[in-house]
């Protein structure tokens, strides 16, 4: 739908989620990565681990940076 700029103007407070604007405008994004990768640069420590999702589940490897 359009803007209607007659019934919903710029900083108008709203009272809560049950707020019928509020509830109009709601929307919901998921974003599910196909890989993801963690970095640990402590000199003790150091290592690389990636995570890859195939075949609806997730494959850990742990790799040296």
Request: without cysteine; negative net charge; glycine residues 4%.
């Amino acid at each position: 739908m359009p803007y209607n700029d007659k019934e919903e103007k710029m900083g108008d407070k709203l009272e809560g989620l049950d707020d019928a604007v509020a509830r109009k405008n709601f929307r919901v994004v998921v974003i599910r990565p196909d890989v993801v990768e963690m970095l640990d640069l402590n000199p003790e420590s150091a290592h690389r681990e990636i995570y890859t999702f195939e075949n609806n589940d997730w494959k850990f490897v742990e790799t040296w940076p």
